[in-house]
């Protein structure tokens, strides 16, 4: 969902896809160094990028050090030539969602919790921090993206637990 989340918060502006490719860099370097959780499934399942994270591994087991810096640009390269496709799948999956959600009748109110990186809430002090959020506003959570909620408030600690935080978000 990354990358579908990409497409929907560059929006349909002229600079959607060059945001969309800076975000799909932003798995680069998780790739080369093995991470093996929430990355999304277009790049591990990827032969080619499968083939060299294998031998990015082996090369860095064997401290040869150029041959992961060769290896690494190889796989910076096939996420490049991946780009294009891929913003125009992760596009229609996009509509797709948006569509299929937007039949669902809306959820009764109700306490949800999200486990998420961004200031704001919507009681006490983080209530302050709230009303200048676009998402987390006084009253309701606005989302520009795919996210999950839960009515247990653990669920949401799982959720924070499963998304690193790295500023962009």
Same mark, same amino acid.
């Given at each position: 969902? &990354?990358? *579908?989340?990409?497409?929907?918060?560059?929006?349909? #502006?002229?600079?959607?896809? +060059?945001?969309f490719k800076r975000q799909a860099r932003e798995f680069v370097?998780?790739? *080369?160094?093995?991470?093996?959780?929430?990355l999304p499934s277009a790049f591990t399942n990827d032969p080619? *990028?499968?083939?060299?994270?294998?031998? *990015?591994?082996?090369?860095?087991?064997? &401290?040869?050090?150029? !041959?992961?810096?060769?290896? #690494?640009?190889?796989?910076?390269?096939?996420?490049? /030539?991946? %780009?294009?496709?891929?913003? /125009? !799948?992760?596009? +229609?999956?996009?509509?797709?969602?948006? /569509?299929? @959600?937007?039949?669902?009748?809306? %959820?009764?109110?109700?306490?949800?919790?999200?486990?998420?990186?961004? @200031?704001?809430? @919507?009681?006490?002090? =983080?209530?302050? %921090?709230?009303?200048? =959020?676009?998402?987390?506003?006084?009253?309701?959570? =606005?989302?520009? =993206?795919?996210?999950?909620? #839960?009515?247990?408030?653990?669920?949401?600690?799982?959720?924070?637990? @499963? %998304?690193?935080?790295?500023?962009?978000?």
């Amino acid at each position: 969902h &990354s990358l *579908i989340n990409a497409v929907l918060e560059a929006g349909d #502006s002229v600079a959607a896809e +060059a945001f969309f490719k800076r975000q799909a860099r932003e798995f680069v370097n998780p790739l *080369i160094h093995g991470a093996t959780t929430q990355l999304p499934s277009a790049f591990t399942n990827d032969p080619t *990028i499968h083939r060299l994270r294998a031998d *990015i591994a082996g090369a860095q087991q064997r &401290s040869e050090d150029a !041959e992961v810096e060769r290896l #690494s640009e190889a796989l910076r390269q096939r996420v490049e /030539e991946m %780009v294009p496709a891929l913003y /125009e !799948e992760m596009r +229609a999956h996009a509509d797709m969602v948006v /569509e299929a @959600l937007q039949m669902l009748p809306p %959820v009764p109110s109700g306490t949800v919790y999200r486990g998420d990186w961004k @200031l704001g809430g @919507l009681t006490g002090l =983080s209530r302050l %921090v709230g009303l200048a =959020s676009a998402t987390y506003g006084p009253r309701q959570l =606005s989302f520009s =993206s795919l996210t999950s909620t #839960s009515q247990r408030y653990g669920e949401a600690w799982r959720f924070l637990s @499963l %998304v690193q935080n790295t500023g962009l978000r």
